[in-house]
């Protein structure tokens, strides 16, 4: 089956600077990418998604990258705000049925 | 628009009973997910149900069990719990852009 490897699996920054998540799935079948924010004691919230024909999506501070060849997608938070303190996760999934796999998590910790 | 709902929101077992979680999907989808989160872990796929019919199921037990009702929301049953199904639980529902939306969660702990 799938499996999502995701790096780091904490990621401290001052703000106002960038924030850079990675994760590499392992089925070449895997067409859609989705990253949710999860914050302390509340329900992961999808913040941006990708899908295998597009190589780059942008909404407003974040993008996520996704290279099929490498097998690996990335989300990308540009000036960063205490707010985005959370733990991220991405996730793969194929198919007709949406049934993703997700990665371990990103703790990010924005300090002011 | 009314959003994805679990209850009950917290819930105490021990070894040995069964629970039964509950969850609303949100209006207009008709595909629900059950996933279990332990503490700093990601969400772990348990099944799916689409139009009343399982769909999918990730590496847990038969002891988990689910259904969905003709309005889509759906039940999660554990029987015979155990320590380590002391989690999060968490549905998510989705429609035809297959965009999952999550419910708050459930918390069990199990004694």
């Known amino acids: 089956g799938e499996n999502v490897e995701q790096h780091p699996s904490t990621l401290s920054v001052q703000e106002g600077d960038s924030a850079v998540i990675k994760c590499t799935y392992s089925?070449?079948?895997?067409?859609?990418f989705p990253w949710y924010k999860q914050e302390l004691g509340k329900r992961p919230q999808l913040i941006i998604d990708?899908?295998?024909?597009?190589g780059e999506k942008k909404d407003q501070r974040i993008a996520v990258t996704l290279n099929k060849t490498a097998k690996h997608f990335s989300l990308h938070i540009t000036e960063t705000q205490p707010e985005d303190s959370a733990v991220y996760f991405c996730?793969?999934?194929?198919?007709?049925?949406?049934?993703?796999?997700f990665g371990r998590g990103t703790s990010l910790i924005v300090h002011p | 628009e009314t959003g994805v709902t679990q209850s009950p929101t917290h819930l105490i077992k021990t070894r040995g009973q069964q629970v039964t979680l509950r969850c609303s999907s949100q209006?207009?989808?008709?595909?629900v997910s059950w996933y279990q989160q332990a503490l700093g872990q990601g969400p772990q796929f348990i099944f799916q149900?689409?139009?009343?019919?399982?769909?999918g199921r990730g590496n847990f037990p038969p002891r988990f069990s689910g259904l969905q009702f003709p309005n889509y929301s759906s039940e999660l049953n554990v029987n015979a719990l155990e320590l380590d199904d002391s989690a999060l639980y968490l549905c998510?529902?989705?429609?035809?852009?297959?965009?999952?939306?999550f419910g708050p969660g459930t918390r069990l702990t199990v004694l």
């Open positions: 998510a529902s989705s429609g035809v852009i297959n965009e999952q939306f």
């Open positions: 089925d070449s079948a895997s067409n859609y």
């Open positions: 990708i899908r295998s024909n597009v």
């Open positions: 996730a793969a999934s194929k198919g007709g049925s949406y049934i993703p796999t």
């Open positions: 209006s207009g989808h008709n595909t």
């Open positions: 149900y689409y139009r009343e019919e399982e769909n």
